[in-house]
C-alpha cells in the first residue's frame, strides 16, 4: 500500500468519527423544552374556527395541555348547561357531551393560532368564576 493512500484512510476514519461523535453529542446534549403551566384562564383559538377556555397545565414545544375547559357554541340558542348566553352563542362546560370527554385536552400547537389571557373581570372569566364557586 502507497503511504499517502493509507493516511487519506486515516485522516477519512478520523473526520468520520469526529462527526460520528458530534452527531451522538449534540442528540443527548441539546437542551430539552421543560413543560411549563401558565397562572389563569386563557383562551386558545385554533385553526378550525373552535375556541376553548381554561387552564394551561402544561405545554411543550409540541402540545399545549389544557384543563377546566369551557367552550363557546352559537347557533342554537341557550341550554340548561350554558353559563352565559350572548346573542346566538352561549358558554358551555366541556364533559356533558354526547361523547363524555374528561375534563382535559391535549391540543396539536400546529392547530393553534394564537393565546390570549382573560382578564379576571371579563364575562367569560366572571362566568367560570361563578361555575367553580358553585
Known amino acids: 500500500m502507497n503511504l499517502s493512500w493509507k493516511k487519506s484512510l486515516i485522516i477519512f476514519i ?3 468519527a469526529l462527526l460520528l461523535g458530534v452527531n451522538i453529542a449534540s442528540y443527548y446534549l441539546k437542551p430539552s423544552v421543560k413543560s411549563v403551566a401558565r397562572e389563569g384562564v386563557y383562551a386558545v383559538f385554533l385553526t378550525n374556527g373552535q375556541v376553548y377556555f381554561g387552564a394551561i397545565s402544561s405545554e411543550d414545544e409540541k402540545i399545549l395541555t389544557l384543563n377546566g375547559i369551557y367552550y363557546l357554541q352559537s347557533k342554537g340558542g ?3 348547561d350554558s353559563l352565559i348566553t350572548q346573542s346566538d352563542v352561549s358558554l358551555l362546560k366541556l364533559g356533558n357531551e354526547l361523547h363524555g370527554p374528561e375534563d382535559w385536552m391535549e391540543i396539536n400547537k400546529q392547530n393553534v393560532l394564537f393565546i390570549e ?3 379576571s ?4 372569566g366572571k362566568a367560570i368564576e ?3 364557586n358553585q
Do not use: I, Q, R, W
Not at 121 to 124: L, N
Open 14 to 16: 478520523a473526520l468520520f
Open 78 to 80: 341557550p341550554t340548561e
Open 117 to 119: 389571557k382573560l382578564k
Open 121 to 124: 373581570d371579563s364575562k367569560v
Open 130 to 132: 361563578n361555575y367553580k
